[in-house]
């Protein structure tokens, strides 16, 4: 800390602020079971679970926590939530509003409470996640709960632990989201991965279970010849992947952060000029990280913040307008092998392996 010994002025420099270096891939634990957490407390490993009396080793919410540092979790917020709340939109934003590097909010234990209003908890977190630029995963117990459900990331069925617990997937799928976007990038697929902890599932999914959840936007969870894994990248009632719309809620959240700093700054040219530096330096990033598509930086993304989206009368009523294109990778889904069988006379049959 600096001491200043007479009175005066005193000039400063600091370094600009950098998005890119913004990671922002937290998870929140919503917990019914545990009611004295009125804060957000944050956990970063197995370690740090048996620091609080609270998390005994029978509860649903402790074996999860377990199951995600163990499937590469890293930061964790644990929150209580009440089932009595009467605006649960409200309670979230109370609380998870300041979190600038919350992704995903789920609750693991919400189903075992058998509430009659489970549905509308469910939808409430999901219209948050979805207004803050978050991922929501919720879980259901049967295929038809899905018409009960607004737009949120679903898998199914549920997971035999190692312990043989029956878990959520929605534990495992947020644990694998962080291990993966540090590892790999925000814009790789949790799918097709090994799950640890995790030695089969409750529903062995038929054919037309497939069918069904690929209709209607559920990722299932298989056990596979090796191991269990999420076998899916939808989101119901959205039309891009989980992959597609973390990007951009990536990029939403980033930029939304970054730009609080300039509120109140002199609307001109050295403004935009410093905002549009800052924002194209963070998706260059994303870019060469592989997040953004393009064989250049221009074909993937594009920024727009001078005088032909800024006009007089905007900068007038105090406003800034910045247009961002961007051009996301999109993940593979189906493979198709086309197969020719060709006999001696020369007819040839063509098979399709889907």
Known sequence: MNHYLTPGVYIKTTENINIATFESFAVLFLTFEVENITKPIVLKSISDIYKHDFLKDNLMITKSLNIFFENGGDKLYLLSASVN?????????????????????????????????????????????????????????????????????????????????????????CAMSVKVAKSDGIYVSVANKELRGA???????????????????????????????????????????????????????????????????????????????QIESFLFSLWQSGALKGESESEAFKIICDESNNSLADVDAGILNVDIAISITKPLEFILIHLTKTEATDNQASITIL
């Open 85 to 173: 709340e009467p605006d649960f939109e409200s309670f979230l934003s109370r609380n998870c509003d300041g979190l600038i590097d919350l992704e995903i909010i789920v609750a693991p234990d919400l189903l075992p409470m058998n509430l009659d209003n489970r549905f509308e908890i469910q939808n409430a977190i999901a219209k948050y996640s979805k207004e803050s630029y978050r991922l929501c995963i919720n879980d259901i117990f049967d295929l038809d709960e899905i018409d009960k459900l607004n737009e949120s990331i679903i898998y199914y069925p549920w997971i035999i632990s190692t312990t043989r617990d029956k878990l959520p997937p929605s534990v495992y799928a």
């Open 199 to 277: 030695i089969d599932v409750t529903k062995h999914l038929l054919k037309e279970d497939m069918e069904f959840m690929y209709r209607t936007n559920i990722n299932p969870v298989i056990k596979d010849v090796d191991f269990v894994k999420l076998y899916g990248i939808r989101v119901l009632d959205y039309r891009d992947s989980v992959n597609v719309l973390r990007v951009i809620n990536h990029i939403k959240r980033n930029i939304l952060y970054f730009g609080k700093w300039f509120v109140f700054e002199p609307n001109d040219e050295t403004l935009k000029e410093t905002l549009t530096r």
